[in-house]
């Protein structure tokens, strides 16, 4: 049966890929529909994951143009690096430069759950590695140089990771809240240097109690970024609670700066 | 008042030893019998081993812990189990062969109401070729998995940067040292803590580094490989591994039984059946774990082990050992209690209970040479079963021998692991990742059988940190300094 491919910006999917357990006609099936969407389509191989099934099965066409159809495949040696420039059926009319391996040696089971193993060189090669990603949940994108990565994002209108329920952003508003608090310290700097090139005494003082507003004002954006980070990572699911360590660690650098430059005011502006 | 002896003062064996004694109290006697006079805190052991901690940071001397806790410590190790007792007398007695330079090589036979085997693995150098004779290290290459081998490989790492600082490329072989070894993710962690370490030394580009192991695929870490949340997107653990090998510039190969090694190179045999051969200057090969040969006898003196230990050495415990083809593997077929089938009053806990079978995908080279990594049960795991089993001899002492028992699946409990890559408070990136359950259920959550939103990494300086935190919370803990019942397994 030829099934519809799936294609950027709808997610692959939103299960996971994972290994073939049973051997049945489901897995049949399953094989001969990547094998007829591979011909309707005009294509070399196909993974089960782009027709919308999370098992690890490739169908890859070899250099005689005969199906190779691997289940669970893992690719476990490897030699020699060429670069290549690919396309693929989930990105249409897009193409990427991509580091592939020039030589590698797959283990494989077949439809019957014998394992079996090939050698592959330059295309097939290139072909079956590019399916294989595909079987754990990727696509050539994180195969890509950042450069390559970057560029290719720029050219998909809606980036790379298209939105979905389980989405995590990664720029959060807090960030903002930390480049406020940067910001104003970087302005804390200014009277420590002026403070070389000041001999009135009340000019220092005057100086020191601006810092100190701005000290305890500095300390209220640290607290507002503790919290506020905290709530609006539990406004995504799919944001991990690691970030928890990352903002208790983020609060405390923070506050590690400030103390450096509360100190150095207190020396050079106060009791000078 | 009834004795409890637990052989073994690791992770699981010190756990069950001291909440046990603190839950008996002085009613009760609590004996611990291990081979060691110090405690180590093994995750660290990869910081001793690129010289960023030393043994000292890592271990703590066993007595005064005992003495504080009121248990009887006995550096010995378990040579034989009499559980049906002998032709003289019921009671079941452990026969042990003490250690401590005092008492070398004597032996003696403790009696005992319950036992708990936590053992843990032998370091079975000798099963490679090379490798070692037995459980002592080998002369061709370094290990990790105890503070002693990771000095030595410190030593060495630090030789190898010496020779890069003269002009001369170093070739850097980590990984597993045999196609059944398990403990892939301190390999992992220690082959990015080298490379960083070369790094820093600014000998990197003097350096070809290289993975081996026997996982089929990158990231599988024993455990079948996992999905998680990276940065909030949802990543293989394969891709997550595979793109720090090529940030870093580090060669693979995977799918390897370590045959043989010799001086400056290893022989190999692939899953696809083909062999060849990996040459070194530095090689940190773990070894394959295997019971530590504890025998056991009947009342009349006759050979039982078969009944009680399982082919490899690890004590049988109520988990379903049939054997069964991977699409039938349940995680029902997992322990909860670890409570010897036939000996009620015998536990295991930790690496010394017999797992019913691998997490990860079998696998076999057309040699039909296995080679596939074995289960993991370190760390987190260890602690929680050590604590269940705990429970369960206490209430089986207090409340009678038909108490209800504590459980403690591998399938319905989690995992923390972090991998470090350098030791830096301010730099450095370090891979932390929870999984749940270890032991994946199909049933419960079809397709990966793990639960996705428990099951996260993220890759950045928290790990670090936490890594540090827990070096302290943990030998604290085992210190049993106060309120140390308060910080979880």
């Not at chain 2, 936490?466 to 106060?482: D, G, M, Q, R, T």
Request: a negative charge; proline letters at 4%.
């Amino acid at each position: 049966m030829i099934k519809e491919i799936i294609k950027y910006p709808t997610p692959l999917s939103v299960e996971y890929a994972v290994d073939v357990r049973v051997f049945n006609n489901e897995l049949f099936a399953l094989i001969d529909n990547l094998k007829d969407t591979i011909n309707e389509n005009n294509l070399d191989a196909l993974s089960a994951y782009q027709i919308g099934s999370f098992y690890n099965v490739i169908v890859v066409k070899d250099d005689n143009d005969e199906f190779v159809e691997m289940v669970n495949p893992r690719l476990i040696n490897h030699k020699g690096r060429i670069i290549t420039t690919e396309s693929t059926a989930y990105y249409p009319g897009k193409t990427a430069q991509i580091q592939r391996f020039e030589t590698i040696s797959v283990v494989y089971q077949d439809r019957n759950g014998n394992d079996k193993s090939l050698q592959a060189r330059g295309d097939f090669s290139v072909r079956i590695q590019r399916k294989i990603d595909y079987t754990f949940g990727a696509t050539f994108v994180q195969k890509m140089s950042k450069e390559e990565k970057e560029k290719f994002e720029k050219s998909l209108e809606n980036g790379i990771n298209t939105t979905n329920a389980d989405y995590c952003p990664t720029v959060f508003f807090r960030d903002k809240i930390l480049k406020l608090i940067n910001v104003v310290m970087f302005f804390m700097l200014l009277p420590l240097v002026a403070s070389f090139f000041i001999d009135n005494e009340q000019t220092l003082q005057t100086l020191w109690s601006y810092q100190l507003y701005t000290i305890y004002g500095v300390i209220g954006l640290n607290i507002i970024y503790f919290f506020y980070a905290q709530y609006e990572g539990k406004r995504y699911v799919a944001c991990s609670s690691c970030q928890l360590g990352n903002i208790v660690g983020t609060t405390a650098i923070s506050l590690v700066k400030l103390f450096v430059i509360t100190v150095a005011s207190y020396f050079l502006l106060h009791v000078r | 008042m009834a004795r409890l002896v637990v052989l073994g003062g690791g992770v699981a064996g010190h756990t069950t030893a001291t909440f046990a004694a603190k839950w008996l109290g002085s009613d009760h006697e609590v004996v611990v019998v291990t081979p060691n006079a110090k405690w180590n805190w093994i995750p660290s052991n990869i910081w001793v081993g690129v010289g960023q901690m030393t043994k000292k940071d890592v271990t703590f001397d066993l007595a005064p812990v005992y003495a504080k806790a009121g248990i009887d410590y006995r550096q010995a190790k378990a040579v034989s189990l009499n559980p049906e007792g002998s032709e003289s007398s019921d009671k079941p007695f452990v026969t042990i062969e003490y250690t401590s330079a005092d008492k070398a090589g004597e032996t003696e036979n403790i009696e005992y109401d319950y036992i708990v085997n936590a053992t843990g693995p032998k370091l079975n150098f000798g099963a490679t070729p090379g490798l070692g004779e037995g459980s002592q290290l080998g002369e061709h290459t370094v290990s990790v998995c105890t503070a002693d081998h990771a000095v030595h490989a410190s030593e060495k790492l630090q030789e190898a940067i010496e020779k890069m600082k003269g002009g001369t490329r170093q070739k850097f072989l980590i990984g597993t040292g045999h196609g059944m070894c398990t403990c892939q993710g301190a390999a992992f962690e220690y082959i990015f803590n080298i490379e960083h370490e070369l790094r820093k030394a600014g000998v990197r580009d003097m350096a070809d580094i290289k993975w081996i192991s026997n996982e089929s695929f990158l990231g599988d870490f024993g455990m079948g490989g996992l999905h998680m949340k990276v940065g909030g997107y949802v990543v293989s653990s394969k891709l997550f591994a595979e793109s720090l090998y090529a940030e870093r510039n580090i060669e693979w190969l995977i799918g390897a039984h370590v045959s043989k090694v010799e001086q400056g190179k290893v022989a190999y045999e692939l899953l696809d059946g083909s062999t060849g051969e990996e040459t070194f200057d530095f090689a940190m090969l773990i070894p394959p774990f295997a019971g530590v040969g504890l025998k056991a006898y009947n009342k009349s003196g006759e050979d039982i082990t078969d009944t009680v230990f399982a082919p490899n050495g690890f004590m049988k415990v109520d988990a379903d050992y049939t054997p069964k083809p991977y699409a039938e593997w349940k995680a029902s077929d997992w322990p909860r209690t670890y409570q010897n089938p036939t000996y009620k009053n015998m536990f295991a806990a930790g690496i010394a209970f017999a797992p019913p079978h691998l997490i990860s995908k079998p696998m076999k080279s057309p040699n039909g040479t296995p080679i596939n990594p074995t289960p993991p049960r370190t760390g987190m795991p260890s602690g929680i079963i050590g604590k269940a089993v705990a429970h369960s001899v206490c209430d089986m002492i207090t409340k009678g021998e038909n108490a209800h028992l504590h459980e403690a699946s591998m399938a319905e409990m989690g995992a923390a692991c972090v991998a470090s890559a350098g030791k830096g408070i301010f730099t450095g990136t370090a891979a932390a990742m929870t999984v749940y359950p270890v032991v994946p259920d199909f049933e419960k959550y079809p397709g990966t059988g793990r639960d996705t939103d428990y099951t996260f990494g993220e890759i950045g300086l928290a790990g670090h940190w936490i890594k540090h935190i827990l070096h302290h919370l943990f030998i604290y803990k085992a210190k049993l300094n106060p309120g140390w019942t308060l910080i979880p397994e």
